[in-house]
């Protein structure tokens, strides 16, 4: 069954710290992954895309890992800002049509002063 | 480009009633795919439509729900006969073909009292 978990299902971090969030699959066979972050009423806003080939991939203080053997991924956050409070959702998608998207439960992450 | 936009962006309804949810895609985009999101829960696909074809509507209920993406004008996502368990935010995205990433609109509330 494909599946996509992710972890933990809540963060709370102090403002200027760091944070990863983690999410692993069972997608297969596996096309790419994407990080999403979602703001509180806002629709999803994607932060990065990795296909099979990639392993990192980052965007300003977001780097993102995949490890396609193992099946993991990891969002990593930098120096963190209050504006990061969100819910971060992983999305994985298979090659078996253009509709085949998995989506994670997200992580709300809350990041105080 | 204005994104991909959807209204409205809240809406009421009274048990019984019908909800139309609108959503115009991206400039040059052919695909729009709707999902559906409960309180505290990810995001779940219901359909996927290109242009005056549904293409795959196995996540939308077999009654009451339908939609459409005309020829001209945005997309339709149609609930007749709201329940309460209606209520959920509705968000709708596209993207110019299969391969390309989704942009996600900043979705519709669906209220049922």
């Known amino acids: 069954k494909n599946q996509v978990e992710q972890s933990p299902q809540s963060l709370i971090i102090l403002e200027g710290k760091n944070c990863t969030l983690q999410?692993?699959?069972?997608?297969?066979?596996?096309?790419?992954l994407r990080w999403y972050k979602q703001d509180t009423g806002r629709g999803p806003v994607s932060l990065t895309i990795?296909?099979?080939?990639?392993n990192t991939k980052s965007n300003g203080r977001y780097t993102a890992t995949l490890d396609a053997d193992t099946k993991q991924s990891s969002l990593h956050i930098t120096a963190s800002q209050l504006s990061d409070s969100a819910s971060y959702i992983c999305v994985v998608r298979d090659q078996t049509g253009a509709n085949n998207l998995f989506f994670g439960t997200g992580t709300r992450l809350t990041v105080i002063p | 480009n204005a994104g991909v936009m959807q209204n409205p962006r809240h809406l009421v309804r009274r048990r019984g009633q019908e909800a139309r949810l609108r959503c115009s895609p991206m400039k040059g985009h052919s695909h729009v795919y709707w999902y559906r999101q409960l309180p505290e829960e990810g995001l779940k696909f219901m359909v996927y439509?290109?242009?005056?074809?549904?293409?795959?509507e196995s996540g939308m209920p077999k009654e009451r729900f339908s939609a459409e993406f005309p020829k001209e004008g945005p997309s339709i996502l149609r609930i007749q006969q709201v329940v309460r368990g209606d209520s959920a935010a509705y968000f709708c995205?596209?993207?110019?073909?299969?391969?390309?990433?989704?942009?996600f609109g900043s979705g519709t509330r669906l209220t049922v009292v």
């Open positions: 439509l290109q242009k005056e074809n549904i293409i795959d």
């Open positions: 999410c692993n699959y069972t997608v297969s066979p596996f096309s790419n």
């Open positions: 990795m296909t099979f080939s990639e």
């Open positions: 995205a596209s993207s110019p073909d299969t391969d390309y990433g989704y942009t």
